[in-house]
């Protein structure tokens, strides 16, 4: 097993998460028409910590809800799956609403294209920003976030390991030689 070096522990991530909240209100200029969709799954956990957060600071409850973008792949081989966008109720419109997509780390931007074609596939935002933990560079497409926990350049070697509390059991991010 590679040695792994650890860049943030559980009280880095929560002091980033509490700025990535405020950054987003400041940017929205408050809650209103604001919610959050995490790609599932580390970013499932990351907009609902976001959205808490939000609710501690603000006192508003925001609407999150996580996406599954397995059929919006590119790299699907089948041509026989069409998506369903009734398998991504969120519970919420996102119709007119400023979306804040949350992942936990950005390297190709193929996961995040394929989030916003499911974003579209469920209404019609009034914008869509991202929203990640670590972005390690390495975009295959033109796609660059809006809110950034922490900016970790990384070769296509070296593994971006975000360990999250309600997954691993505890919140870590660390960086390691692929095997």
Same mark, same amino acid.
């Given at each position: ?5 650890? /860049? ?5 991530? %929560?002091?980033?998460? #509490? =700025? ?5 209100? &400041? *940017?929205?200029? $408050?809650?209103?028409?604001?919610? /959050? ?5 580390? %970013?499932?956990?990351? #907009? =609902? ?5 939000? &609710? *501690?600071?603000? $006192? ?120």
């Amino acid at each position: 097993m590679p040695e792994e070096r650890l /860049l943030m522990d559980g009280a880095a991530i %929560g002091r980033m998460l #509490a =700025r990535l909240s405020h950054e987003i209100v &400041e *940017k929205n200029k $408050g809650t209103q028409d604001l919610c /959050l969709v995490g790609i599932r799954r580390r %970013g499932e956990f990351v #907009a =609902r910590r976001i959205g808490a957060q939000i &609710e *501690k600071f603000y $006192g508003d409850c925001v609407p999150c809800a996580g996406i599954d973008i397995g059929l919006y792949r590119d790299d699907l081989v089948s041509s026989f799956f069409v998506p369903d966008a009734r398998a991504n109720s969120l519970g919420f419109s996102i119709d007119g609403k400023s979306v804040v997509l949350c992942d936990d780390v950005l390297h190709t931007g193929r996961s995040v294209r394929a989030a916003i074609e499911a974003i579209f596939d469920l209404g019609r935002p009034a914008c869509v920003r991202l929203l990640v933990l670590c972005d390690r560079g390495g975009r295959e497409i033109p796609v660059s976030p809006d809110f950034v926990g922490k900016n970790i350049p990384a070769s296509r070697r070296e593994l971006i390991d975000v360990r999250l509390l309600e997954i691993e059991g505890e919140d870590s991010i660390g960086i390691s030689l692929k095997e």
